[in-house]
C-alpha cells in the first residue's frame, strides 16, 4: 500500500525566503511527527500530532518555524526567513498508535 | 538526550550474523527498546522492538538481557542490503511518543 509521501523532494532557495514542505501520511494512522537531519548528523524531533490533541512542538529550534496538520491528515512545516543553518533534510512520519513509525522519503532543503 | 549508547560503527562479513549491541543501562522497568535503520538517503525503517522478552520477525530477532540493561540487534544471514545506520531507541510506555535518536551504529557490510 502506499506509504507516508512528502513533498517536494528536494527545495532550494534563497536565504530570507518563506518555504513550505507538506506530508502525506498513511491513511488511517492518527500520529503524525516532524524530525530534521542535518549533513552528516542524527535525527532531531521537532514536532508531534496526535489526533485532536494540542500538538507537541518541543523539538522546534526557534519562532521561525510552524506545522500545521489539516483535518487530522495533511500537514504542512513552515520555515519562516530561511538560514543557511535550517538546511537540512525534513523527514516527516506516521504511527497507528501501536509505536512504530512509518517514515516518508524526507525534504531535502538547500538554503542559498 | 538519548539513553542508550552504541559503537559507532561496525563491519561484518556478508552472509553472517551481524550482532549489534547497545547498552540501555537507565532504563526504566516500563520503557520499551526499539530499532531502526536508515539505509543512505532514505527515511528512517523500523525493525523490531521489545519489553523485556527475546522477539523475531522476518528481518531480525532482538535479545534483551535479563537484567534489561543491554540488548542486541541480530541480523542472522546480514546482505548487503543492510549496510546502514541502526539506531537502538528506549522509549516510553505511551509509545507513540516522539523518537529521540542517538548517533547510531554505522553497519558495513563487506562483500
Known amino acids: 500500500g502506499a506509504g507516508v509521501s512528502q513533498s517536494p523532494s528536494n527545495k532550494v532557495t534563497e536565504k530570507g525566503k518563506d518555504v513550505e514542505l507538506r506530508c502525506d501520511p498513511i491513511?488511517?494512522?492518527?500520529?503524525l511527527y516532524w524530525y530534521r537531519q542535518s549533513l552528516g548528523q542524527g535525527l532531531e524531533f521537532l514536532i508531534y500530532?496526535?489526533?485532536?490533541?494540542?500538538?507537541?512542538k518541543s523539538g522546534l529550534p526557534s519562532d521561525r518555524f510552524s506545522a500545521e496538520r489539516t483535518g487530522g491528515s495533511v500537514s504542512t512545516l513552515t520555515i519562516q526567513r530561511t538560514q543557511q543553518e535550517d538546511s537540512a533534510v525534513y523527514l516527516c512520519?506516521?504511527?497507528?498508535?501501536?509505536?512504530?513509525?512509518?517514515f516518508g522519503p524526507g525534504t531535502r532543503l538547500l538554503v542559498l | 538526550d538519548a539513553k542508550t549508547t552504541q559503537p559507532p560503527s561496525m563491519d561484518c562479513a556478508e552472509g553472517r550474523a551481524a550482532n549489534l549491541p547497545c547498552n540501555h543501562s537507565t532504563i526504566s522497568g516500563n520503557e520499551y527498546v526499539y530499532w531502526y535503520r536508515q539505509i543512505h538517503s532514505q527515511g528512517p525503517q523500523y525493525i523490531i522492538h521489545g519489553l523485556k522478552n527475546n522477539e523475531t520477525n522476518e528481518m531480525a530477532s532482538l535479545i534483551i538481557t535479563e537484567d534489561r540493561k543491554s540488548s542486541t540487534l541480530i541480523l542472522p544471514h546480514a546482505t548487503l542490503r543492510d549496510t546502514a545506520v541502526y539506531y537502538c531507541i528506549v522509549r516510553p510506555p505511551n509509545r507513540d511518543d516522539k523518537i529521540i535518536f542517538g548517533k547510531g551504529t554505522r553497519l558495513h557490510i563487506l562483500p
Open positions: 512520519a506516521s504511527s497507528p498508535n501501536r509505536g512504530d513509525q512509518y
Open positions: 491513511s488511517g494512522h492518527t500520529a
Open positions: 500530532f496526535q489526533g485532536n490533541s494540542a500538538p507537541d
